[in-house]
């Protein structure tokens, strides 16, 4: 049983275009959703976290929208350029709790 | 220095030989985690060590086998490979606790069985 999936697995955007990419988890009891990002032969490295107290956050040109109700988020890339080509993989964690588990991730293609 | 460092970076088994995969930081963290990563999966956690104590997940509690001699170091060992094993395998490390969420993953080791 998949605890957070995300969607779609794979999307393509033109640059300077918002890419939207989706996330979605069963636990009620998690509470922190960090979002990796993952290029070609790397390891995964932290992008952006949100807990679930807040319902949005910003780091430069990448926001998080969170929907506790609906048990969902969103990661969405502003003005997006072909170094944001990577795989993102969304995660989630109860409180305090550096166990996390992955989504399968999606890999975004930024067209020039 | 943030690197979390892994070898072999490919490693090639033949089915029913045992495979030693290593993981190095030195960032003095004291939790290592071990995740498999298969195509179009999810990474899946498979054990990890808070200092000295190592937990293993429920359903790969037979297939993995894990060693850290010290701080900085941590293994992952396969006794027996089958084609199933066939997967990255990532490395990460953090803080206790990893408040920030913030988990320091290596490059991963891809081992392939046949």
């Known amino acids: 049983q998949q605890q957070v999936r995300q969607s779609p697995q794979s999307l393509t955007v033109w640059e300077g275009e918002t890419a939207i990419l989706n996330c979605s988890y069963e636990n009620s009891a998690f509470d922190y959703f960090p979002w990796y990002q993952q290029f070609p032969g790397e390891g995964p490295a932290l992008l952006i976290a949100?807990?679930?107290?807040?319902d949005k956050k910003e780091d430069g040109g990448f926001t998080i929208f969170f929907n506790k109700r609906e048990k969902n988020l969103s990661l969405h890339i502003k003005d997006s350029q072909p170094g944001d080509s990577a795989t993102y993989f969304c995660a989630a964690s109860e409180s305090n709790w550096g166990k996390l588990i992955f989504g399968q991730g999606t890999k975004l293609s930024i067209k020039p | 220095d943030t690197t979390v460092k892994q070898n072999p970076r490919y490693k090639l088994a033949r089915v029913g030989k045992p495979v030693n995969l290593i993981c190095s930081q030195t960032?003095?963290?004291?939790?290592m985690y071990w995740y498999q990563k298969k195509p179009n999966q999810a990474p899946k956690l498979l054990l990890f060590y808070y200092d000295k104590i190592l937990n293993r997940e429920a359903d790969t509690f037979e297939k993995f086998q894990s060693s850290r001699p010290n701080n900085s170091f941590c293994s992952l060992y396969i006794g027996s490979a089958g084609l199933e094993y066939s997967a990255m395998y990532l490395c990460?490390?953090?803080?206790?606790?990893?408040?920030?969420?913030?988990?320091?993953f290596g490059e991963g080791s891809k081992l392939t069985v046949l």
């Open positions: 960032m003095n963290h004291d939790t």
């Open positions: 949100i807990r679930s107290v807040s």
């Open positions: 990460a490390s953090s803080p206790w606790g990893a408040k920030t969420g913030q988990l320091y």
